[in-house]
């Protein structure tokens, strides 16, 4: 559910186009804007559709089942558009050290793609979803916006240049663009199989399991973690009120050790899972923490605590 202020504000209809919108952020994402009577086409490349959780959402949507390394494949899906939301990525710290030209072919040349479609069609706003693994391990957190980045991965390195594109593209071409950088975003509908999954979902499987959490490092490293109806929020927000060419820390501002999160999921399930150490992963940072002052001017308050954020996604778990 949005709040009164972004119901104000999409009380407009528009035509928004989500690139990698059949993934995780994304579905919920267009969820709320169907949900808001707005307009809305995916791009995403997915092969596996029917596990999207957009899936049910098809007839209600224009779906591109296409790649953002693909100019043409955007140009014409942005044809009419008003806001594009660019989540399409590969999103892995972990795959990008594997495949560092593919993570840049995808995640800042798809970016280049990006913009200059959205150039060429004239749209309102292009809205970038940035990382925190920008700030790598820079000593000095919690980070604002304007903290000396340390890219520690070619994602991380990837996401930097492709801000830099953005903003390129707003001060040349008057391209009006806002980046938002996520923190550790959970909530129904993660994936927990894949290797490079999220903490929270993988944690949260294993706890509906009866399995030990695995832990990969000490479990003291810290992380900003933000329930996903609070992003898509966040994003909306930026969307409409964010300054041209601004960058965003999207979190919640506060922050968890993963040895937090596991006990706090051990309450929560009424268990006591044990942590199984694993060696620390190639790109991983110590400390991912925010400051949100710069996005809360625009309004933002995220709404769900960790605790309500992970009872809300315990419920849905339990019944799958």
Known sequence: MLNEMLGEMLSKKFKWVITGGAG??????????????????VVDNTKSIKESAIYPLLSQIEFINGDIRSFDTLSKAFNKADYIVHYAALVSVAESMEKPLETFEINTQGTANVLEAARQNKVKRVVFASSSAVY????????TEDTPLDPQSPYAQSKHLATELCQTYTKIYGLETAILRYFNVYGPGQNANSPYSAAIAKFMTAAAQN??????WDGKQSRDFIYV????????????????????NAASGRTHTLLELTSAINKLSGLKL????????????KTSS?????LQALGFKPRFSLEEGLSAMWQIIKKA
């Not at 399995?211 to 990969?216: G, Q």
């Not at 992003?231 to 930026?238: F, N, R, S, Y």
């Open 24 to 41: 995780f952020i994304g579905s919920h994402l267009v969820k709320a804007l169907l949900e808001a009577g707005q307009q809305v086409a």
């Open 136 to 143: 790598g391990n820079n000593p000095n957190p919690p980070y």
């Open 211 to 216: 399995k030990p959490f695995t832990i990969d």
């Open 229 to 248: 109806s609070d992003i898509v929020a966040a994003t909306l927000l930026v969307a409409f009120k964010g300054e041209a060419g601004g960058v965003y």
């Open 274 to 285: 044990p942590p199984i150490f694993r060696p620390k992963r190639a790109g991983d940072v």
């Open 290 to 294: 925010a400051d949100t002052t710069k």
